[in-house]
């Protein structure tokens, strides 16, 4: 069986495609260092790079700007502009769409090679993005991991999807929680982060980098010069439960992960997030509670509970909201800054652990009736 951490270190170059046919050529351009290296191929100087970048990444036109492309640019890369803009708005190209009445526009976005990822707008400018074609980790509660891992995402593909976003609203905060684990696709991930904290103008602290936990993200962040809020997906203080809940997480305990958010969260200033998926008889209970004030309480760490999201054919139940109220409310009065979420576009299957990878092509057609 392979492993988690082997996945993560072995970047996926082609998706799985279904009926045994043979995979497709992967895009020359799904890194952003394959974007630079076809910019420089072109004549591009680094200051012509940045600024042709910073024009993708904000949804610009790239011929637009001051000083005037014709009088900035080299002749060749200017003649170029049509086609790298076809070629870079084919990394992420928008299928379907639906939008729910809170505001949320859940995106089903198709990529070069034919397969999907989804995305979700959200109220207030923000932007909830994936970085793998479906996801390793397997939480048992989580519509994404049903199908398992099918490719990581590359750089340029999860930059795409910025600035496809960009063309449909404004975007000024990029939360890294649609499919996938980001600790799995680190690399690609990083330098997605770099460039949209600084040529995109996301604020460092709008960027979120969202993980189950994994020693390699806690070493790397810190060194970056693009240091994004943390979130960590708990679930669980009880070791062998998160185990069960998360199958293929890195076997980290929660008392270490706790402590490792914490210090990232200390050396930036940002909170720590904690997202914690609420399970009806599962984890709302009083030893859980008991458990978040033990880890929590005095920390610089904002608990965020989040109802569980309906998934056809999943078990799961989210508590009565009588309960929800009950463990929140407990929760702050002893020292644990806690908010009790209601994930964004729900009623578009758009909210926490409802996206998923779409194989089928001819579904496009027919996203306002596909359930999650």
């Known amino acids: 069986m392979t492993s988690p951490s082997s996945l993560a270190a072995r970047p996926l170059d082609v998706a799985a495609h279904a009926g045994g ?6 895009h020359a351009m799904r890194q952003l260092a394959d974007v630079r290296e076809h910019l420089r191929a072109l004549g ?3 200051l012509h790079e940045e600024r042709l970048l910073r024009q993708w990444a904000r949804a610009e036109p790239l011929a637009a700007g001051r ?13 170029a502009l049509p086609a790298l803009d076809a070629e870079l708005r084919a990394l992420a190209v928008l299928r379907g769409d639906r939008t729910g009445a809170d505001g949320a526009r859940r995106l089903w976005i198709g990529l070069e090679d034919g397969a999907s990822v ?10 909830c993005v994936s970085s793998q074609v479906g996801c390793a980790v397997g939480c048992v509660f989580c519509c994404t991991g049903l199908g398992g891992l099918e490719r990581q995402l590359g750089s340029a593909e999860i930059v795409a999807q910025v600035a496809l976003a960009r063309t ?3 975007v000024t905060k990029v939360v890294f929680m649609g499919m996938g684990e980001p600790a799995h696709n680190l690399d690609a991930v990083l330098d997605a982060i770099d460039l949209l904290g600084t040529a995109g103008g996301i604020g460092h602290k709008e960027l979120v980098f969202s993980t189950v936990g994994d020693r390699r993200a806690f070493e790397r962040l810190p060194r970056g010069r693009v240091k994004p ?16 809940l998360l199958p293929r997480a890195p076997a980290i305990a929660p008392d270490e992960l706790v402590a490792l958010g914490d210090a990232y969260a200390r050396a930036t200033g940002y909170p720590l997030q904690v997202q914690w998926t609420l399970l ?20 610089r760490a904002v608990l965020n509970l989040i109802p569980y999201n309906a998934v056809a054919g999943l078990p799961w139940a989210r ?14 009065r002893r020292g644990v800054l806690t908010k009790l979420r209601r994930s964004a576009g729900q009623d578009v299957d758009a909210g926490c652990g409802q996206l998923r990878a779409r194989r089928d092509r001819s579904a496009e057609r027919r996203i306002d009736i596909v359930a999650a």
């Open 67 to 79: 000083p005037r492309a014709q009088d900035f640019l080299p002749r060749a890369l200017l003649t």
């Open 118 to 127: 989804e995305a979700v707008l959200l109220p207030r400018g923000g932007l």
């Open 168 to 170: 449909l609203r404004a």
């Open 21 to 26: 046919a043979a995979p497709q050529r992967v």
């Open 229 to 244: 809020a943390l979130a960590l997906s708990l679930h669980s203080t009880d070791a062998a439960l998160r185990a069960r």
């Open 280 to 299: 009806e008889g599962v984890n709302d209970h009083d030893g859980e509670i008991e458990g978040l004030v033990r880890l929590l309480a005095g920390k």
């Open 44 to 46: 591009a100087r680094p």
């Open 319 to 332: 508590p009565a909201i009588e309960r929800s109220l009950a463990m929140a409310t407990g929760l702050q």
